[in-house]
Every structure is written in C-alpha cells, then in structure tokens.
C-alpha cells in the first residue's frame, strides 16, 4: 500500500537535490532548473495530501490542489522572468556562471 | 484702583521719571536739549511731589498686584510712606534735581547727551523705587534696576576701555552682592509667610525662634547692602565707576545708590536688631571698611578717587552706625554726606570741566585764585566732611563716634582714627589743588564754570553748613542725642582733626609730586589683584576644564560612542554582504531551518 | 481659529514651493498667524477650565486616534510665543542667495510644526506635528548654514531623533498602561484618567523615566546638550530663533502637558536625579559659556544653560515653581530668539563672531546696540523684563519645596547654587556685550552699517513681549494657575 508518507519521502528527496543543485551549480540556467526541481517537490507534497486527508463526508478537500495550480503558474512566470535577466545578464558579462556576477557586495 | 489728588502723588513722584526715560529712548533722541528738559522736568516734579508728600502727614496710595499666585506668593507694587521714606523721597528727587541742572552745564557739549539724561532719568526712577517699597521683592526689582543704571551711566563713554570694563566691573561685583541678599529674602519669606515689610514685623516671631537661622538671615540680607554699598570684601568696584560723567559720580556714587544699602538696613533694622550676632558683624565690617578706605584715600592722585575712597569711608561710618543700632545715627549721616559728598563731587567735576577733563591733583594747584566759587564750595564741603563745627559733617559724625565710645571701645578707637585721617587725605587734597603754585598750563589757565553749574553748588554748600543742625534737622528726620560723656567725644575728634588736617598740610604744602610713599596702601592693599588672580582661576581654569570635559569627554564618549558603535556594527554586518548568490541562498536555508525549529519544536 | 493656526504656515509654505514670491507669502502667513494667536489670547476665557476653541476630526476609532486641537492656558502662553518668533524669525531673514523658496518653506514648516504640537490635543499628532519640524531644521542648518554645517545637521537630527525614539518608546508605555476600556490619545481622555485613580506606581517611575529623558534630548537636558551649541553655532539665525526659541521648548511643555501631571510618583520618584542634572545645566554649563570665545558658541551654550531654571520650576512641583517655568519659557523664547537675530546681524555685516576681533560696535550700530542690550540684560534677569518674573516664581517655588528651618535640602541647596548661576550669566552675557559692543573699535568696522529701519519691528515686537510680561506678569499667571492647579490638585 502506497501510503503518504511515501510521497513526503519523495518530496523531500526531490526538494533536497533541488536544494543542493541551487548551492552547487555554477551555471545560473541550471540554478533556475534546481529552483524549478523544488517547486514540483512543494508541488508532489501538497497533491500528496490533498489526495489521502478525506474529510468526515468522503470528499477530498481540493484546496491544496487549487493551491498546485497556483504555484504551477507563478512557477511559470518566475521561469520567464528569470531567463530574461540570465539573457540580459550573459550580453553584458558573456558569463553564466554564477560565481562570476558578485558587484553587489559591499 | 482710584486715583484722587491725595493718593495718586507717590504713583506720580514714581511714574514721572519712568515717562521721561520711555519719551527720550523712543522718541527724542535726536533732540538733545529737548531731551534734557523733559529729563529735569521730570525729576523736578518728582521733587516737587515729594515735598507735598512730605507735609501730608496721612497719605496711601492704592496698591497694584505684580504677582498673585493662590496667596501662596503675593507680590504687590505698594508703598510704604512713612517717615523714613518721605525723607529719602526729599534727599533723592532734591540732590537729583541739583544734579540735574549741574548736568545741563557739565554735558553741554556731550554727544550721548539723550542717552544720558535718559538713563538719569530711569535712575531715578529706580531709586525712588527703593525708597517707596513696601515689600522685599519690589525692593529687590528696584535695586537691580539701580545696578543697571548705574552700569549704563559709567559706561557712558563706552568707546573708552576702561569705562567699559568699570560699568561691567560695577554690575557684577553689586550681582554677587545681590546673590546673598536674595537668598535671606527667600529664607525670610518662607519663614514668615510674606514679604511685605509690615507683615513681617507681624510674624518676626515665627523667624526669631531660631536664632541662628535669624542670624543667617540677617547677614545675608546684609550682603546685598555689601555690594552696593561698597563695603568691604566688595568695594571695589566704587573707585572703578569714577570713569563714568562726574553728576554721575555725585548722585549715584556718593549721595543716592550707595546710601541704598544703608537705607536698606535701616528698613529691615527689625530683623537686624534681633540678633546680637549680626548687629557686631555689620558694625565691624562698617568699621573696617571705614578704616580702609580712609587709608586708601591718602595716596591716591586722582580727584574722583581720593573721593570714591572717602566715599567708602563715609559709607562705612554709616554701617558702623547701624551695627551700633542706632539707625538714627546711620540716617543722619546718610544725609548730611549726601550734602557734602555731592558738593565736592559737582565741584571737582566744576575743577575737571575748566581744566579740560584733566584729574591728577599733581597736575592741579594753586586754583583758589581762579576758580573762586569752586573753592569756597569745595571748602564748605571739604569742612564737612572732615567734621568740623559748626558744618552737618561735625553733629552727624559726632553722633556715631559718640555711639561706638559707649558701646566698643575698640570701634571707637578705629573711628577716631578713621577721623584723624579723613581729616589728613581731605587738607592733602585742599593744599595740593587749591593752594601753593600752578603745577601745569591747564591750572594756570582754568576759569570759572558757568552759573548753571556753580548755582547747584552754593545751595549745596548752605545745606552741607546748616544741614546738620538740629533746628534744620529735626524737622526732617530724629536726630540722635547724645546721653552722657558729653564733651569727651567732641573734644577727641577735634584733636582727631587738628592733628590730621595740620601734618596733612606741613606735608603737602608747596610740593611738587607726592613725598610720602606707602606701597601697600597706594596699591589699595593689592585686594584688586587679589580679586583678578580669583577670576582668573576661576574664569580661566575652571572653565577651560569644564569646556575640555565637554568636548573631550562627553562629546566624544557618548556621542562619538554611539555614533562609533553604530559604524562598528555596521561594519560587522557588512561581512554578510558577500554578493555571492549561492551564498545567499545558504543562508536562506538556515533561516527556513531555524524557523521551521522555533515554530514547530518550541 | 486653532486650524488656520496650524495650517496656515503649511498653505503658505506649498504656495511658496509652487512658486509665489517667496519673503511675501512667509511675511503674510507669519504676520496673520501673530494676529490670530492674539485674538486668541484676547478671547480666551480666563474663568473656563478645560480646552477651549476645540476643534475634532476622527481619524481612528480603535485607537482613539482625533485630529483634535485646543487651546488652555498653557497651550496658548506656548502658541503666542511660536507666533511672536516665527513672525521675527521670517522678518529678519536675509536675502538668500540659493534656493529662496526652500528656505522660506523650511522656515514654515518648522513653525508649523511647533504650532501643530502646541495646539494638539490627542497624544498622536501632538508627537507627529513635532516630527515634522525635525527634518526642514535639518536641511536649513545642513544647507544655508555657516561653519561645519554638515556635521552639525547630522548631530542634531540623529541626537534628536534618537530623544524622538526614547520619547516614542515611553509615550507607547504610557497609553499602554491606561486602563484597556478607556485608552485614547486624547489629551481630555488621559485628564479623567488623572482624575480618576491614575496609573500603577510602578509603571509610572519607569514611564517617567523613558518620558524625562526623551523629552530631556530635545529640550539640551545635562549630559544630553552637547548637539546645542554647535548646531545653533551654525545654523542661520532663523532657524537658530526658531528652534532655541520655539522648537525646544516642545518637550518641555511635554513634561508640564503630560508627564508631570500623569506621572506624579514617577516625578516624585525621580526629582533628586532631575535636580543634579539641572544643576549640571546651571553650574557646569555655565561655567563653560564663561569659557567661549566667539559670540554663537557662547549664545548657544546660555540656551542650554537657562534650560536649567526651567527644570528647577518643573521639579519644585508646586504651583509657584511651575508657573515660573512656564513663564520662563515663554520669556526665555523671546529674549534667545533677539540675541540669536543680533548676533546673526553682526555676523552679516562683520563676518566673524570672534570676541577678539569684535569690538566697539555700538558706535556704527547704535540700534543693534540698543536691541542686544535689552535682550542681554532680560536674558541675565533683570527687572522689568519677563525673565525676571519668571525666575522669581521658579526660585521661590524651588526655594519651598520640602523646606524645614532647621537647615538646608535638596532644593534649597539647589536654589542657591541657581542664583549663583544668575552671577554666572552676568559675568558671561556682560563680557560678551562688552567685547562686541564697547570699547575701542578695530579700523576695519568702521564702515559697517546699522540695522535697517524695518527691522525694528520685529526688535519692537520681541522687547514688547518681554516688557509687557515684565511689567505685568500677573496676566501671564492668571491663564496658566488655573492649569497647574487641576494638575496638582487631583494628585495632592
């Protein structure tokens, strides 16, 4: 029997190399795809629970699942958004890694 | 508040004046002699006020409330009009009227002539103000403004240094007489309820149940007449305020604001007279300050301060007199010297004008040939002052030197010396200006001074002859009879002044600088220097360290502290700003951590 | 009445920024706002007690939150000594060479903010109106002053901010410890909570606390005075008036307002603490005016000084000592706010403010002269101007307080050392009008020139306060008795 927990485990795995990837990839592209890695893992953790609480009646409480839908959307715009800095940043320095775009220190 | 005829002439003796200062200051200024006639119009009708005053024998005025705080605090603008003040009233509005007239000749040619008569005026506006209050405070609003006056009128030539530093000199050294007077006014006040002079004679036993809180007091009280009487510790700003116009001298300096101390003490002699204690503490200081200025008055070469130190002198004998209690004693003396003082100043300032502002008496000499009038009236009043009958200056000094020969010896002694040597400078100054040669082209070549200012002298003179005459005075004040040891007194002080007026001018006759040379006394005992060295530790090294602890040590350790502080953690956050997004995002997840452990597993 | 007071310097200072000629907009709105506050102090019933000329708009209802104004006693002493200065502030303003309107705006804004804080009555917008005015001082000093003006601006506003904050952090403990059921900032409310059962002790000595030492910041309390005389040094003498004058007296009238009222066994709590540290104004600061060498320096350090007298009337906590000190504030405004113009205008003409280069003065400024000397004189204490009333009452009313004949307290000890002061600021003020006035004149004054004929208006205007006090101070102390006397009789 596939139960919850099941799915959290999955979830974190997923959300920890998504992490990981964020910490220890030079490439700002692949910095995103991590970022994108632990959306979906935020993603599988709440369809996971909205999927096995069943309230009192029978019926599935969707308003995680609404919540997905949301996040799947915001993910998109953030995708968009942030592929357009990486492009306007890799004109100005013809760089994409990460370690290399630091003048915002003091 | 009413006005009638009867009641409202005190509010007029006082208000005259005032009007006359607010006119010149604000519209006249331009005008000179428009602004010296308002100025003698105004003293004249204060004057001629105070002579109605003085025959109502039943007078008040209505009162008029300056603060009124829930009767805790009641200070009322009211007058007293009892003998004592009705007679200031004469003595003040008559040798400032005199003065007045003397001024319209002396500061002819003056260019702050508005200026000055303005300030009189505003004089005698304050000092009248002293002589009709009725209660502490108003007494004290009157006596700074006295000092204020007195600081505008010294420094009338303001472009001269030394004027400058002589009006400030006068005002603070009077300010710290001040200080002490004002603190026995708060302690009389809380002790008895009120500060109004009746109601404190109601309640003085509540203040006499304790002697040495009276004492205290009492002394301080006395401080303020210190100041502005010019007793010792704090005389020595009277020789200074010479530098101010001659009138100036004479009225403020001689016959009204000095004597403002001693009609001080004679108005609260209830409160003095109850303890033994500080009744021999004024009569000592009176004593010393007698002596002292007698000595100091033998080698001084300046006309003015030869009489500025007699004048501390005089002023001494007056509180002498007081401390002996007998304020009829220090009464009459204040006024007959208010007589003699302001003749011999008005006619050294008659000397000065004709000789073209020149003041050293060894530049002087041989003026009783030209300056006639001038002589005759210095004389007079040279007679007076050294005591010798029939002149006022012989009953008045008499009256007090007989006092200290009943009740201390000691006293007496250095009264009787004061005598023999008031007695010495006064010949010492005569010789020298008045007899033997012309020591310089000024004294061969000065003239007589106009009759504007030779008349005030003559009626001073007949009044320093027949002032001190009991069918004269006693008509103005009590005058104080002597009980037994009738001729001894009498026959000591005219040996007193035989002896010191005949070695004073064996000494001085036909010479040309000064023989005698006592260092000490000719540097006034080194008491200025003395008082120099004071401020300077004071002024100079307190503050400066008081000026370092607050630049070095406030400044810099609370403020430059916390604005350092705030750089230093400012500094210290600043290492987190690495511009390395990884980094961040490090950062990022040990913040989600701790939160997730704060929230969840505490 | 009391809303065109307030924002009327506001109207004219948006009107100045848009564009209208900058001296005749400021001159006008100062010159109407005079007028109404002696309207007001014409019409103010002396018999009423309570606010009058209320006047209340809602802002919040959850927390009591009014756009509230009103005038007694005290509130109108304070707005008729704002009005007096800010229309002398505005008349003596030189030509300004850049940036006209701003300047003019800021000196508006300043005025309006002080107005504003005395007229509120609800503890938000009392505090906010003040807040306004901290900024534009700021930018007067930082912009058109003389000297080290940056650093000056800089310290004054982060010191006062910084008493802003401390200040905030006690006004917050204060409504919080009001009853929950009755929590306003109306200043109506917080009377009947006096006159109820009042605040817990404990809260009150730490509330009072917080309250004396924010409101010491902002009024140059000792050791907390060290931002005065530099930014008064440097600012223009506009805003120096305006702010020695005016501005810091705010958080005085915040203690007589609030604290003291509120907070009694706070007050009590902590008098001896308040007494040393005035004293430390009196003697200590006094003695470092004495050591001061230039005329600004020198003024700004005896503004600091007198502030001292005024903490004396407050801690007497008797209705003679705090009338005193309420008067002394208004006399103190007026006489700071003439020396701050003398000095201002010697400076104008000569360039420098040093007591070695000065001198003589008097002699090609007669009027200047005459106008310093008036001021000096009432600010040392002598009869016949304000000043001296007011000390009267604040020396009596501390020499009172917990007296016994059978020797010297806290206060009397401390009353003497105050009139010792009096000593001190002669010897100060004496030598500073002898060394810029009298005595012997360098050459190179010689063709310096007198102050205009107009500016003896605003001279005539400040010397008329002061005499008219002077002389008749009972006016002053019958509005403001009625005030301290519901204070201290709901608490004794």
Avoid at chain 2, 293 to 320: E, F, H, N, P
Avoid at chain 2, 334 to 360: N, R
Wanted: one cysteine or more; a neutral charge; glycine letters at 8%.
């Amino acid at each position: 029997m596939v139960t919850l927990g099941y799915y959290l485990i999955v979830s974190g795995i997923l959300f920890t190399i998504g992490f990981a990837g964020v910490m220890l990839r030079r490439n700002i592209i692949i910095i995103l795809m991590a970022l994108e890695l632990m959306l979906n893992a935020a993603n599988l953790s709440l369809v996971a629970f909205s999927r096995f609480h069943v309230d009192p009646t029978g019926a599935p409480n969707y308003n995680a699942q609404v919540f997905v839908f949301f996040i799947i959307t915001v993910a998109a715009a953030e995708v968009a958004v942030g592929l357009a800095i990486v492009v306007a940043l890799f004109r100005l320095r013809q760089t994409t890694h990460v370690e290399d775009i630091t003048s915002l220190k003091f | 508040m009413t006005f009638t005829t009867n009641s409202s002439l005190p509010w007029l003796i006082l208000l005259l004046p005032l009007a006359s200062a607010a006119i010149i200051t604000l519209f006249t200024r331009r005008s000179k002699t428009l602004s010296a006639a308002i100025s003698v119009g105004a003293v004249l009708g204060s004057f001629l006020c105070s002579c109605a005053v003085f025959t109502k024998i039943d007078i008040s005025a209505p009162e008029f409330t300056w603060i009124d705080i829930r009767g805790t605090l009641q200070v009322p603008i009211g007058f007293i009009l009892d003998d004592l003040s009705r007679l200031m009233l004469l003595v003040v509005s008559g040798v400032g009227s005199l003065i007045h007239i003397y001024s319209l000749g002396y500061m002819r040619d003056d260019a702050g002539k508005s200026r000055y008569f303005a300030a009189l005026s505003l004089f005698m506006f304050a000092m009248l103000g002293i002589v009709l209050s009725n209660n502490f405070v108003m007494l004290f609003i009157f006596w700074e403004l006295v000092g204020f006056t007195s600081y505008v009128l010294i420094g009338h030539w303001f472009e001269r240094d030394a004027a400058a530093e002589a009006g400030k000199k006068a005002f603070i050294t009077t300010r710290i007489g001040d200080f002490g007077f004002m603190i026995g006014i708060l302690m009389i006040w809380i002790a008895s309820g009120s500060i109004v002079f009746d109601d404190i004679v109601a309640h003085l036993s509540k203040i006499t149940s304790n002697p040495t809180y009276l004492t205290i007091a009492a002394l301080l009280i006395f401080c303020g007449a210190v100041g502005k009487s010019a007793q010792f510790p704090l005389h020595v700003w009277l020789p200074d305020a010479m530098e101010g116009p001659t009138p100036v001298s004479a009225l403020i300096h001689a016959a009204t604001m000095v004597a403002a101390g001693v009609y001080l003490l004679v108005r609260v002699g209830f409160l003095i007279q109850a303890s033994q204690t500080a009744l021999l503490v004024i009569a000592w200081i009176g004593t010393i300050t007698a002596l002292l200025g007698a000595l100091m008055a033998t080698q001084q070469s300046d006309i003015k301060r030869i009489l500025a130190y007699s004048t501390i002198s005089q002023l001494g004998y007056m509180v002498m007199a007081v401390g002996l209690t007998s304020n009829e004693a220090a009464m009459f003396h204040l006024f007959t010297h208010a007589f003699f003082k302001a003749l011999l100043f008005l006619a050294a300032g008659s000397i000065i004008v004709s000789l073209h502002h020149e003041q050293d008496i060894w530049k002087m000499g041989g003026l009783s040939r030209n300056l006639k009038i001038t002589f005759a009236t210095f004389f007079v009043g040279a007679l007076a002052l050294i005591g010798c009958p029939p002149f006022s200056g012989f009953f008045s000094k008499d009256a007090i030197l007989a006092l200290a020969y009943q009740q201390n010896m000691s006293i007496f002694v250095a009264g009787l010396t004061t005598a023999l040597l008031t007695a010495f400078y006064v010949s010492r100054a005569m010789t020298v200006v008045f007899l033997g040669k012309p020591r310089s082209d000024l004294a061969r070549a000065g003239a007589e001074s106009p009759p504007v200012m030779t008349g005030p002298l003559i009626i001073l003179a007949a009044l320093a002859l027949i002032g001190g005459w009991p069918v004269f005075a006693q008509n103005f004040l009590i005058v104080p009879h002597e009980k037994e040891t009738v001729l001894t007194v009498p026959i000591l002080a005219l040996t007193a002044l035989i002896a010191g007026s005949g070695i004073a001018i064996w000494l001085y006759r036909n010479r040309d600088h000064e023989p005698l040379h006592a260092d000490l006394i000719r540097h006034r005992f080194y008491i200025d220097e003395f008082y120099q060295w004071l401020i300077r530790i004071s002024q100079e090294f307190l503050a400066r360290v008081a000026a370092f602890i607050d630049r070095w040590i406030i400044d810099l350790g609370a403020v430059r502290g916390a604005s350092g502080g705030t750089f230093g953690l400012g500094s210290l956050l600043r290492l987190f700003q690495v511009g390395n997004l990884q980094a961040y995002a490090f950062l990022f997840g040990l913040g989600i951590v701790a939160l997730i452990y704060f929230t969840i597993f505490r | 009445m009391l809303l065109f007071l307030a924002l009327c310097p506001i109207a004219a200072a948006i009107l100045i920024l848009v564009g209208s000629p900058a001296r005749f907009t400021a001159l006008v709105a100062a010159i109407l706002n005079l007028i109404v506050a002696l309207a007001l102090f014409i019409e103010f019933d002396r018999t009423a007690t309570g606010f009058q000329f209320v006047s209340s708009f809602v802002v919040s209802t959850d927390w009591g939150i009014h756009f509230a104004f009103g005038v007694d006693g005290l509130s109108l002493l304070m707005l008729l000594l704002a009005a007096l200065v800010t229309a002398a502030a505005i008349w003596f303003t030189d030509k300004i060479d850049n940036y006209e309107n701003s300047f003019y705006a800021c000196l508006l804004l300043i005025s309006a903010g002080a107005i504003g804080a005395f007229a509120s009555i609800d503890l938000f917008f009392f505090y906010a109106f003040h807040e306004l005015a901290l900024i534009p001082t700021f930018l007067l000093i930082g912009i058109w002053g003389t000297g080290n003006r940056v650093r000056a601006a800089w310290k004054i506003t982060i010191y006062l901010t910084v008493g802003s904050f401390v200040l905030l952090i006690g006004l917050i403990l204060l409504y919080q410890s009001l009853p929950a059921a009755s929590r306003s900032f109306d200043f109506r409310a917080l009377q009947s909570v006096i006159a109820g059962q009042g605040i817990a002790d404990e809260a009150q000595r730490h509330i009072y606390l917080l309250l004396l030492l924010g409101f010491g910041i902002l009024i140059s309390l000792f050791p907390f005075h060290s931002w005065a005389p530099e930014a008064y040094a440097s600012a223009p003498p506009p805003a120096a008036m305006l702010h020695a004058g005016v501005l810091k007296k705010f958080g005085l009238y915040g203690l007589l307002r609030l604290a003291i009222p509120m907070l009694p066994d706070g007050a009590h709590y902590w008098t001896q603490l308040l007494v040393i540290l005035l004293l430390g104004n009196i003697i200590y600061i006094g003695l470092v005016t004495i050591a001061q060498k230039q005329l600004d320096w020198m003024l700004g350090y005896s503004s600091v000084m007198h502030m001292g007298y005024i903490f004396l009337g407050i801690a007497s906590a008797n209705a003679i000592g705090t009338t005193g000190a309420a008067t002394l504030i208004f006399a103190h405004g007026l006489s700071i706010a003439l020396l701050f113009a003398m000095a201002g205008e010697v400076r104008a003409r000569t360039g420098t403010l040093s007591f070695n280069e000065l001198g003589g003065l008097a002699k090609v400024m007669p009027f200047a002269g005459l106008a310093f000397g008036f001021a000096a004189f009432a600010a040392i204490g002598l009869p016949g101007f304000a000043n001296f009333a007011s000390e009267i009452m604040i020396f009596f009313g501390a020499f009172r307080h917990g007296w016994e004949m059978q020797g010297f307290h806290l206060f009397q000890i401390a009353t003497v050392f105050a009139l010792w002061g009096v000593v001190i600021s002669t010897v100060y003020m004496l030598r500073a009008y002898r060394a810029t006035f009298m005595g012997t004149m360098p050459e190179r004054w010689a063709k310096v020139v007198d102050l205009g004929r107009g500016l003896r208006i605003p001279v005539a205007i400040l010397i008329a306060g002061l005499i008219s006090v002077g002389f008749f101070p009972q006016t002053v102390v019958n509005i403001i008795t009625p005030v301290i006397r519901t204070y201290f009789a709901a608490n004794k």
